[in-house]
């Protein structure tokens, strides 16, 4: 099944504390990207990358780092979470370019900083 | 930079009411154009999309919205809504960013909201 996965699900952590958020897509995706959602704000992208060892910022990308060393991976990193990034992450993946190619979601993380 | 409207931020609709969500893009090149849903407690899901022909597209649940180029819209319709189909939906346009680069920008979605 085609499916991009998350972990954890849900996370509870007091501020400084690094962290790390796991994503992995199985469909050979070169794409991969990490969003926030908040009330009202809609999705926010933080960081993408278009393949392995390429990276860049998205509209709201500062606390946050991301690395892709392989193809499939692509974890978001809290080197000292705030209370202010307590949020529902997705992680997507798609293929590039125009075409057909929908972008698939991760289940989402729930991360409180407290 | 291209953006996407939503219209509306709150829709609330008895049952088997018809339903019409805006979108509006700013991109003037090549599209392609996704509604996406969020069940509450849940992540986002494909409902249609658009890459090319015939404007008119057709989704999951009886969904379907109407590519109108000249007037950058790509509204969401369903002729009579169910209470299952509250959640939130996100339009979503793709589009040439430079440097080789697609960007998939999204709205600020629209929460409906389907009373009994």
């Known amino acids: 099944e085609a499916q991009v996965t998350q972990n954890p699900r849900y996370l509870i952590t007091v501020t400084g504390k690094k962290l790390t958020v796991t994503c992995s897509q199985n469909?050979?995706?070169?794409?991969m990207s990490w969003y926030r959602q908040d009330p009202g704000l809609g999705l926010r992208q933080i960081y993408y990358s278009m393949n392995v060892e390429v990276t860049d910022k998205g509209d709201v990308p500062e606390g946050y780092k991301v690395s892709r060393k392989e193809k499939r991976n692509f974890p978001l990193i809290l080197e000292s979470p705030s209370p202010n990034q307590t949020s529902l992450y997705f992680c997507?993946?798609?293929?590039?370019?125009?075409?057909?190619?929908?972008?698939?979601f991760g289940p989402g993380t729930r991360l409180t900083v407290l | 930079a291209q953006s996407v409207s939503q219209h509306n931020h709150h829709v609330i609709l008895s049952e088997a009411a018809s339903l019409e969500l805006g979108c509006n893009y700013s991109?003037?090149?090549?599209?392609?154009l996704f509604w996406y849903v969020q069940y509450p407690g849940q992540h986002l899901q494909l409902l249609l999309k658009y890459f090319s022909g015939d404007p008119l597209v057709k989704g999951i649940k009886g969904f379907e919205a109407e590519f109108i180029k000249s007037k950058f819209s790509f509204n969401l319709r369903k002729p009579s809504v169910q209470w299952s189909d509250t959640a939130e939906y996100f339009c979503a346009v793709l589009a040439y960013s430079g440097a080789g680069s697609y960007q998939l920008t999204f709205g600020k979605g629209t929460k409906l909201s389907v009373i009994p």
């Open positions: 991109y003037g090149g090549t599209v392609n």
């Open positions: 469909m050979n995706h070169e794409y």
């Open positions: 997507a993946s798609r293929t590039t370019g125009l075409g057909n190619n929908e972008q698939f």
